[in-house]
């Protein structure tokens, strides 16, 4: 049977912020000011005075730090001053997150978002072939499914596990992993409403039936532990706008190193994989081809074709070096309360909890019939930001959060 859309969600719209932030006011700020502990850090934020923002899963606001970092990049971009090299931010950024991850810095390819990213996994599988398989699963990303449904167009056979419970069993995934499958992909945190894939799990399923496994890291990264190694992961991607807390335009792809060129090749060829050497000027060496080169061998040789945007590489070498300084899991273990507190509250303001009893992500979502249309103008007008669409209500929680915010859309959706 053919699971739509509708029935694979349960309903669930897409996502929509109910309340638009307000201006962000010019700041200079050093990152060496910067406050780690304890939390709530909302002085390193400029959330305006007055509103409750719990939608970091949607938009992270960018640290003062990262933004006062992209300004003064601006500046010595315009003055035409001299300025640190792209090659060594890149190489700063790719070695922060490869920590954070526990990868090895030639593993880390920058990307443009977390499409680009598997969409060069895919193609480099070679993908589709008329012979193997994808598998993935009705809670991974819209644009995800909308690819691989695409591809399903010019041959790929896609199998699909849906949801049951508002989870991804591991027993439906397993019906539908064979000899034949190629790759598994899927969100390690949904989207929708914070589920949580046991990447270990998954991993030892697919592998053990040659298959590999590409997962979603863009609401994981950064507010949730991940260990690559630990969970035996082949590839993953995330944006930086998110919970990296930088800019639009630059993200990561991340492909395990024994996997380069035996199993996933190339697809885009540019100068940025290469060592290159002219031989055009008559002092050069001759040679038949007015270059030559050799090919990089570690993950920038294989998905990084050109130039990337550097300045949202110096926000993310400013907030990548911000989060390791308050930790992945104190992050997490701090936004935990307030997450309880909502889904014991809700229920009694008539939502239905969405997100699987034991979810410790950033986001938790409930269902109400006409959500939106009841609540929307509410919450706008008490300045609480969420994201609510349809019938589903989706809050998340940051390092700059308290317990108060939590209870600020607590009486905005009680009046």
Known sequence: MTLSRRELLAGLGGVGLTAALGPVPPTSFAVSSLTTAPLPARADFT?????????????????????EAARHY?????????????DSIAAEIKGEFARLINAKPTEISLVQNTSTGENLVVRGLGLP??????????????????????????????????MHDWRIRLEDLDARIDRNTRLVALSMVSMYNGW???????????????????????????????????????????SSFKWLMGDFGLGFLYVKEELLER?????????????????SLPEEPPAEWPVSWTMHPEATGHFEAGTFSQSAAVCLSASLAYIQRIGVSTIEAYRQPMLLRLRREMPRLGFEPITPEGTTSARIAFHRKGAEQEFSARLQ?????????????????????????VEQLLEAISR
Request: hydrophobic share 40%; net charge negative; with cysteine.
């Open 381 to 405: 007008q008490a300045r609480v930001n969420i994201s609510l669409s349809g019938g589903r209500l989706r809050v998340s929680a940051s390092a700059f959060n308290t317990m108060g915010d």
């Open 129 to 162: 072939d008329g012979k193997r398989n994808v598998v993935t699963d009705g809670l991974h990303f819209d644009g995800s499914l909308v690819m691989y449904g695409e591809l399903r167009k010019h041959g790929l056979d896609v199998r699909l596990a849906p």
């Open 263 to 279: 199993v996933v090749q190339r697809t885009l060829i540019g100068y940025q994989q290469a060592d290159t050497e002219d031989h």
């Open 47 to 67: 959330i305006p005075d007055g509103q409750t923002y719990l939608n970091s899963a949607f938009i992270h606001p960018m640290p003062r730090a990262a933004a």
């Open 196 to 238: 949580q894939h046991d990447l270990k799990a998954v991993c030892d399923l697919a592998h053990a039936r040659g298959a590999c496994v590409y997962a979603d890291l863009i609401q994981a990264a950064d507010n949730t532990p991940i260990d690559v190694r630990a969970t035996g992961l082949d590839f993953g991607a995330c």
């Open 74 to 86: 601006l500046e010595q971009r315009a003055l035409k001053e001299e300025r640190r090299s792209g």
